[in-house]
């Protein structure tokens, strides 16, 4: 069996999940850098250093989550800690390479009422249904921790009650993306509530508003502050939360 730690954070070759890969690596652990394209995961692992791994997972492709968690398996044995990192706002790459792909253009043409449902399901595809795939191959490798940790990148767009309010100025972005993410924080619960018995805490972490692909940039905070309530929720020790949505500041509504 593997000394030291073992973690894997999904769509780790960029952003936040570069982050707290380097974080967990300097925390002492063994992480696994996992990306789709393997030449960038690699690239990735090595500007992190330690023992970081690149590791081919697209989370959308069954026999590419099979194959990441074979690999962890002959290779270190089990996983301390899984990350669900890997997300997109919207189908097409990211938002800065398209042609007037503004934030807020984006956002209106992911409203509901316009949006076409292919692209619907390209999102879900990542942010809700990767989610569950990926947790679902390495909850083998997780069992056989002694106290394993999921943590799963959410957002505040997706708080219900956060949107409810009509005095939210942000709620005229819930749309493709938000849903999407309301519906991880749904998946985080179902998690957190079957796995209590097996000591395995499952826990949703908010990076705020971050400067990514994934926003064209227009984000306000830095990948290290976004990376922040994710790894603290990766090393809680025994007396820590499961089945909890939170930032930096403390608790957010679900």
């Not at 081919?56 to 989550?65: C, F, K, N, W």
């Not at 309530?229 to 509504?253: H, M, Q």
């Amino acid at each position: 069996m593997h000394d030291t730690p073992v973690a894997l954070v999904t769509g780790a070759n960029k952003g936040i999940g570069l982050q707290i890969a380097k974080d967990l690596v300097a925390h002492g652990f063994t992480v696994l850098v996992g990306s789709r394209d393997l030449e960038r995961g690699e690239v990735a692992a090595k500007s992190i250093g330690g023992d970081a791994r690149a590791l081919q997972l697209d989370v959308t492709d069954q026999a590419s989550i099979t194959a990441a968690a074979e690999r962890i398996q002959a290779e270190v044995g089990r996983l301390d800690v899984l990350v669900n990192n890997a997300g997109i706002s919207h189908a097409g790459g990211p938002l800065s390479s398209m042609p007037g792909g503004s934030l807020q253009e984006r956002g209106r043409s992911g409203r509901l009422s316009v949006v076409d449902l292919d692209e619907v399901r390209t999102v879900f595809e990542t942010n809700v249904f990767g989610v569950i795939a990926v947790t679902q191959a390495m909850l083998p490798l997780l069992r056989r921790a002694p106290a394993a940790r999921i943590v799963n990148v959410a957002s505040s767009s997706g708080s219900l009650t956060l949107n409810s309010n009509p005095a939210n100025p942000h709620r005229a972005m819930f749309g493709t993306y938000s849903i999407s993410k309301a519906a991880a924080n749904a998946v985080t619960v179902a998690f957190a509530a079957e796995l209590e018995p097996a000591g395995i805490k499952v826990n949703a972490a908010c990076p705020g508003f971050t400067a990514t692909d994934l926003n064209g940039f227009a984000g306000t905070r830095t990948v290290e502050q976004g990376a922040h309530e994710p790894v603290r929720l990766a090393l809680i020790g025994p007396d820590g939360p499961t089945g909890t949505f939170s930032n930096e500041d403390g608790p957010l509504p679900w």
